[in-house]
């Protein structure tokens, strides 16, 4: 059979060797040796050309080689809702039993978790494949900027990543770790600075909490907030905050504080990685100087 005709009976030219000695092609592995015009994928599963596999192709091979009913879970299925997920493995859930090959996890789930079609394949919800990409992460900074992700771009909500830490429990304790810490925070840099906060003894409840002036009219949201004294820290992360108009906004609501006698510390989150002493000397020193003129009249709001 030609192959223009291997190609129609293919999906995105992956096709099973099975489907290959259907067609008349009686040894497929043998156009696959080095040098020959297709490359082996998985286990009975063949690529119709010698070139690099694309992201749509690596998944397509190990979907037929898993079986029916599969779901892309893990860093593949994360990268599919849009996060940005490390890891080159490509993790499948599967009904039955299976066994995967290379960088292809077969993991069999019972019950079956529900799956979406995203892009033609078939995809966990956010939650699950976060928490199992989580599986696979080794140190908390990776698991936290994930985690925190998934939550700012919406595609979660923590108490889904909860849930889905607490039902699945094996090699879950990085995830359900990472949640326990980082509460409502919302990024790496941000649970850095709960913890200097923390360390010394400048304690406040109030995290992204929003503040209103005197008639009600909303100013900011801060990433802490230390209520008694009126002063405001932002800890302005190109990674969560900048994007193209992002600086302006910056700006902006910087003459908001302003406008309303607000003081503000703004910390990088390179600062509060690499120099925590000096960003707690600076966060002090602004607490003190707050302390000592009067508080401007604003307060915390609810915002439902």
């Given at each position: 059979?030609?192959?223009?005709?291997?190609?129609?009976?293919?999906?995105?030219?992956?096709?099973?060797?099975?489907?290959?000695?259907?067609?008349?092609?009686?040894?497929?592995?043998?156009?696959?040796?080095?040098?020959?015009?297709?490359?082996?994928?998985?286990?009975?599963?063949?690529?119709?050309?010698?070139?690099?596999?694309?992201?749509?192709?690596?998944?397509?091979?190990?979907?037929?080689?898993?079986?029916?009913?599969?779901?892309?879970?893990?860093?593949?299925?994360?990268?599919?809702?849009?996060?940005?997920?490390?890891?080159?493995?490509?993790?499948?859930?599967?009904?039955?039993?299976?066994?995967?090959?290379?960088?292809?996890?077969?993991?069999?789930?019972?019950?079956?978790?529900?799956?979406?079609?995203?892009?033609?394949?078939?995809?966990?919800?956010?939650?699950?494949?976060?928490?199992?990409?989580?599986?696979?992460?080794?140190?908390?900074?990776?698991?936290?900027?994930?985690?925190?992700?998934?939550?700012?771009?919406?595609?979660?909500?923590?108490?889904?990543?909860?849930?889905?830490?607490?039902?699945?429990?094996?090699?879950?304790?990085?995830?359900?770790?990472?949640?326990?810490?980082?509460?409502?925070?919302?990024?790496?840099?941000?649970?850095?600075?709960?913890?200097?906060?923390?360390?010394?003894?400048?304690?406040?409840?109030?995290?992204?909490?929003?503040?209103?002036?005197?008639?009600?009219?909303?100013?900011?949201?801060?990433?802490?907030?230390?209520?008694?004294?009126g002063l405001a820290w932002e800890i302005?992360?190109?990674?969560?905050?900048?994007?193209?108009?992002?600086?302006?906004?910056?700006?902006?609501?910087?003459?908001?504080?302003?406008?309303?006698?607000?003081?503000?510390?703004?910390?990088?989150?390179?600062?509060?990685?690499?120099?925590?002493?000096?960003?707690?000397?600076?966060?002090?020193?602004?607490?003190?100087?707050?302390?000592?003129?009067?508080?401007?009249?604003?307060?915390?709001?609810?915002?439902?």
């Open positions: 059979m030609r192959i223009e005709h291997l190609r129609e009976r293919s999906d995105l030219g992956v096709i099973s060797t099975t489907a290959l000695k259907s067609l008349g092609v009686s040894d497929p592995w043998r156009r696959c040796t080095p040098g020959g015009p297709w490359q082996r994928m998985h286990p009975g599963v063949v690529l119709l050309h010698n070139g690099p596999p694309t992201p749509d192709q690596h998944l397509t091979a190990a979907l037929l080689r898993a079986g029916p009913g599969a779901a892309v879970t893990g860093a593949e299925a994360c990268r599919r809702h849009g996060l940005p997920a490390r890891g080159q493995e490509i993790h499948l859930l599967v009904p039955g039993s299976a066994r995967g090959s290379g960088s292809l996890i077969l993991e069999r789930a019972s019950p079956m978790p529900p799956s979406a079609d995203v892009g033609g394949f078939p995809v966990v919800s956010a939650a699950r494949a976060v928490v199992d990409a989580c599986r696979f992460l080794r140190t908390t900074d990776e698991a936290t900027a994930l985690i925190a992700a998934a939550i700012q771009r919406r595609r979660c909500t923590p108490d889904e990543l909860r849930a889905e830490a607490r039902t699945n429990r094996y090699g879950t304790k990085l995830a359900r770790d990472v949640l326990r810490d980082l509460g409502r925070a919302e990024s790496v840099a941000e649970r850095d600075a709960r913890r200097l906060s923390r360390k010394i003894r400048l304690t406040t409840p109030h995290w992204n909490a929003t503040i209103a002036d005197a008639n009600g009219v909303i100013i900011a949201r801060p990433d802490a907030w230390y209520d008694n004294v302005d992360s190109r990674a969560f905050h900048y994007g193209p108009r992002d600086y302006e906004r910056t700006l902006t609501r910087n003459t908001r504080y302003a406008a309303a006698g607000i003081l503000v510390v703004q910390t990088l989150p390179t600062r509060l990685r690499d120099q925590p002493e000096v960003v707690a000397r600076e966060l002090k020193a602004a607490h003190k100087a707050a302390a000592a003129r009067p508080r401007p009249p604003v307060h915390v709001v609810e915002v439902t």
